[in-house]
């Protein structure tokens, strides 16, 4: 149900708040191989993380598309692939049933906090490509999740609209105060992920460092009753890096104005081939989740 509120103080108020919550959008995310589809180049794409939680891990590769190819990008089978820590120890992942996804075949495994991390790809015909080594962040919990009204601002009737059965999901978490940290969010809503572009979540510590801050979901609306988990990363650099402009590129794709994709280089090279373009970030991130349902405010 929406309500409208017309020209008062209250009214510009909400203006102000709306610029904060912005609208909801409706684009949806291509998947990283597609985002650079239509290059003249075909490129090695590699997805995939590992965490401080024990859980299954799983890493895509495949191959971007040609230019005015009208086929998705192609999986990449028979591939040697492991997470090594710097001290040594292996973790190897074993191709699914799914051509082109790879699983760890230890399902204990788990990173550990400060340690260091790397993947290793090696193909068939021996080519070696490997990530840059990176350390697995403490993640601070999340303290709160709670639930606020959407408001939009309507301009042309110049008035603010209340959904009251709408809603935004909030959290608060505390941030740890020293060194800068780099952030990420996944929303699922009744075990599904949002696969738009807006609802890449990013932030850095840069203005609350040390700080308890909060962060409103505004690019996905939400139901009464949805059920929800919240995912909150700590990511490195290189990653808050890489995610910004993947999220810029997809965001923009199809605007009037937008300029082509431009490869978006992530943290992976071809040992034998520096100069290969990879495409893809292999994430080593601290993780911690919430979950909840979304109760009428």
């Known amino acids: 149900m929406l309500m409208l509120i017309k020209n008062t103080l209250f009214s510009f108020f909400y203006k102000s708040l709306f610029l904060i919550f912005c609208h909801f959008l409706f684009s949806c995310e291509p998947k990283i191989e597609n985002i650079f589809s239509g290059q003249d180049d075909v490129n090695l794409v590699v997805e995939g993380e590992i965490n401080n939680l024990s859980e299954p891990y799983s890493i895509k590769i495949s191959l971007s598309n040609a230019i005015n190819s009208p086929d998705p990008g192609q999986t990449i089978s028979g591939l040697q692939i492991f997470v090594e820590e710097q001290a040594g120890d292996k973790v190897y992942f074993e191709e699914t049933a799914e051509k082109g996804v790879y699983a760890t075949n230890d399902t204990t495994f788990q990173g550990s906090v400060s340690g260091i991390y790397h993947l290793n790809?090696?193909?068939k015909s021996g080519e070696m490509y490997q990530s840059t080594p990176q350390i697995l962040k403490?993640?601070?919990?999340?303290d709160t999740l709670y639930y606020?009204?959407?408001?939009?601002?309507f301009p042309d009737i110049d008035s603010i609209g209340f959904y009251e059965d709408k809603f935004f999901a909030s959290i608060q978490f505390k941030d740890q105060p020293g060194e800068s940290e780099y952030y990420?969010?996944?929303?699922?809503?009744?075990?599904?992920y949002s696969e738009?572009?807006?609802s890449i979540y990013l932030e850095n510590d840069q203005l609350f460092n040390g700080k308890l801050k909060t962060i409103v979901f505004s690019s996905d609306t939400l139901e009464e009753n949805d059920e929800i988990i919240i995912q909150q990363f700590s990511i490195s650099k290189s990653s808050y890096e890489f995610w910004s402009l993947l999220k810029t590129q997809a965001t923009n794709l199809g605007t009037p104005f937008s300029p082509p994709p431009a490869l978006i280089e992530g943290n992976i090279q071809n040992l034998q081939n520096p100069d290969e373009i990879i495409i893809g970030h292999f994430d080593v991130n601290g993780k911690t989740f919430i979950e909840g349902r979304v109760i009428k405010p």
């Open 148 to 153: 606020r009204t959407v408001v939009r601002f």
């Open 196 to 198: 738009k572009a807006e």
């Open 138 to 142: 403490n993640v601070p919990s999340i």
């Open 121 to 123: 790809i090696e193909s």
């Open 184 to 192: 990420r969010w996944k929303l699922f809503v009744n075990g599904k």
